[in-house]
């Protein structure tokens, strides 16, 4: 079963507009990490957030917001006045402390923000 | 801080050579190092988990003969592609983890472009 579930496997959006992207997850585990990274083309993966499993609170940086959501195991991210320069395809992942702290990637989410 | 860097950064090579692929950390001693694959469009899938001194864990169906790994001190692995063919041709990325540092959290390095010939 897939641990990380990306519903959204292509997103475009018009610069400017805010943009959701969604992860879900699955886990017994009562403690894990949940994470996003940015990709862009060149392949690199970018840190962007870190958040275990006992701290719900939203978080927001610069034009970047994430809600976590234990009761619907989803942990979305959220683009605000998107531009250019945030198309990338972007990964959610997991981390069980049960599996000794495996990544468990979700397939990604393509985002292109046309100007 | 916590800096992984990879060599090359990309290659090509002919079919039945062999690659091998760097993986360092650069300001931290890594204790555990995780050796990632990445087909065009898709997702990053595991291949092998190696702590510094013993032998790497691979996943399942991934050929260990195939994929050599070998995590010699606690700042560099490597991986080498042995006898690689043109569907070997993929993004490979590593990371690093240290438990000084954080237990859950992998650094990523920069990735590297196998093409075969």
């Known amino acids: 079963a897939q641990k990380v579930t990306q519903a959204q496997t292509e997103i475009s959006v018009v610069e400017k507009e805010d943009v959701t992207l969604d992860c879900v997850y699955e886990t017994r585990d009562t403690t894990y990490y949940l994470f996003w990274y940015k990709q862009p083309p060149s392949g690199e993966l970018v840190f962007l957030i870190r958040r275990n499993s006992f701290d719900e609170q939203n978080e927001i940086s610069g034009r970047y917001s994430w809600n976590f959501q234990k009761s619907t195991s989803s942990f979305n991210f959220t683009i605000t006045a998107s531009q250019v320069v945030d198309s990338a395809v972007y990964f959610c992942?997991?981390?069980?402390?049960?599996?000794?702290?495996?990544?468990?990637f979700g397939t990604g989410t393509s985002l292109t923000v046309i100007p | 801080g916590a800096v992984v860097s990879q060599h090359p950064s990309r290659v090509i090579c002919k079919s039945g050579t062999s690659v091998k692929i760097e993986c360092r950390s650069l300001d931290f001693q890594a204790t555990t190092m995780f050796w990632y694959r990445q087909f065009p469009k898709q997702s990053l899938m595991l291949m092998a988990t190696s702590n510094e001194g013993s032998k790497a864990t691979y996943e399942q169906g991934v050929e260990k003969d195939k994929f050599l790994i070998n995590h010699a001190s606690l700042t560099l692995s490597t991986l080498t592609v042995t006898s690689a063919h043109p569907e070997d041709s993929s993004f490979y990325i590593c990371?690093?983890?240290?438990?000084?540092?954080?237990?859950?959290?992998?650094?990523f390095g920069p990735g590297t472009r196998l093409l075969v010939l």
């Open positions: 990371s690093a983890r240290s438990l000084a540092l954080s237990q859950e959290t992998q650094y």
């Open positions: 992942a997991l981390s069980e402390a049960f599996t000794g702290n495996q990544f468990y």
